[in-house]
């Protein structure tokens, strides 16, 4: 079965690790579960590797996480594209380039840890990441929502350490 960004609950899967059949354009679908990593490429390498998420892997690199993200440890990225990036006001991207914990912090909110299948995402009303913050969590028509306003895109996308979904907005943890 193909699964569409619509997920209804009874879904089989929903993963997310960036890269395998990217190609990722929102709207498209996505690799079933079991689809294998993409060549053994962990999530960094697999998001660099996808092309929409420049944005992404600059600022995980200048947080100084690309080595936590590329580690053996399982983690759940919610990757936000470059075109989410557009949307975040430039006044926070500003505050985020020039405060390196703050980026760190923004970053480490969009990751969970383990290894969470979009068939476990749309049963969670919410979700620890690794800043310490719970993201919230709710499927309404038929697709799944981060926090209200930020939509999962693109599902379990495969890496050697994880999963990736793609998201359509950044999530700012609240204050």
């Given amino acids: 079965m193909t699964n569409h960004i619509r997920m209804p609950v009874s879904i089989a ?9 990217l190609a990722l354009t929102a709207g498209g679908t ?8 993409a060549a053994g490429k962990n999530i960094v390498q697999t998001a660099a590797a996808a092309g929409q998420f420049k944005t992404l892997i600059a600022l995980v690199r200048k947080a100084g996480l690309a080595g936590a993200l590329s580690g053996s440890g399982k983690l759940t990225v919610f990757a936000p594209t470059d075109a989410a990036f557009k949307k975040v006001p430039k006044a926070t991207l500003a505050k985020l380039g020039r405060d390196r914990e703050l980026l760190k912090g923004v970053l480490l909110y969009h990751v969970v840890k383990g290894n969470v299948k979009a068939a476990q995402v749309v049963k969670l009303k919410s979700a620890p990441t690794l800043n310490g913050k719970r993201v919230r969590i709710a499927v309404r028509g038929g697709m799944v929502y981060l926090n209200g306003s930020s939509r999962v895109v693109k599902t379990d996308i495969g890496a050697s350490n ?5 998201i359509n907005r950044v999530l700012i943890p609240a204050s």
């Fill in 13 to 21: 899967t929903m993963g997310a690790a960036l890269i395998a059949a």
């Fill in 162 to 166: 994880g999963t990736i979904h793609v």
């Fill in 30 to 37: 996505a690799p079933s579960a079991e689809a294998a990593p």
